[in-house]
């Protein structure tokens, strides 16, 4: 498993021009929490906290060093703001190594740009899937692999790589459907030509006499 790490200082200042001006100064505030425990603000460097959430993701158990001690924890929500490439408040969520939790991790479909099948359409019909285990039993993602799919089969949850690991329980039923190999369709776009009858086309007479009897 790989070890994510990340340095924290606890937060001192709350009010909105402290915030403002650590993101000014290109660190982000967070929070820690953890059921019987007290809340901890922190702040983080924000290249520091990019380079965690884009490897680790909210799947992968994280260790915090916070001032010399270190919590495990996951990132449970990260906002950013609605145009800069900035973030703008990060939310961790401890855990006890010694009890189990409910997370979801992402289905990945494996190989599938090298489907030996081709042409093809691959459909993903499952992209997350919630499990229970201990914190360090989580697995980063389930994993199917597709490459040797044939036209019309289905792999579903008991294809991936984590089904029947004794570590962990899946909240889906075995038998639904993770992805769907078929056929390409070619869409055929009818043209639809409107015919008019002469008949029904006014006359240049005609339109005179509408636009006097509209006077």
Same mark, same amino acid.
């Given at each position: @498993? ?9 937060? @001192? ?28 603000? /922190? ?5 520091? /906290? ?50 189990? @939790? ?24 499952? $992209? *997350? ?19 040797? @799919? ?14 029947? $690991? ?20 070619? *869409? ?6 409107? *015919? ?20």
């Amino acid at each position: @498993m790989t070890d994510f790490r990340i340095n924290a200082q606890v937060r @001192m200042g709350t009010g909105k021009n402290k915030v403002d001006k650590l993101r000014a100064e290109k660190k982000v505030p967070g929070v820690i929490y953890q059921k019987g425990e007290e809340n901890i603000n /922190l702040v983080f460097e924000e290249q520091d /906290l990019e380079k965690l959430y884009l490897s680790a993701g909210t799947s992968n158990l994280v260790t915090l060093e916070i001032e010399g001690k270190e919590r495990k924890a996951l990132i449970k929500d990260v906002q950013k703001h609605p145009f800069k490439n900035q973030y703008v408040h990060v939310d961790f969520v401890g855990v006890d190594m010694n009890t189990k @939790m409910r997370v979801v991790v992402p289905v990945v479909c494996e190989g599938r740009d090298n489907i030996h099948e081709q042409p093809s359409v691959l459909m993903q019909l499952l $992209n *997350e899937i919630e499990v229970e285990c201990l914190p360090a039993d989580i697995p980063s993602d389930a994993i199917v692999n597709v490459e040797n @799919m044939k036209i019309g089969d289905t792999l579903t949850v008991a294809d991936l790589d984590i089904y029947g $690991n004794d570590k962990i329980e899946l909240f889906e039923e075995a038998d639904e459907p993770v992805a769907i190999l078929s056929e390409p369709r070619e *869409e055929v776009i009818e043209e639809e030509e409107e *015919e008019v009858d002469a008949a029904d086309v006014p006359t240049v007479d005609e339109t005179e006499e509408k636009e006097e009897e509209e006077e």
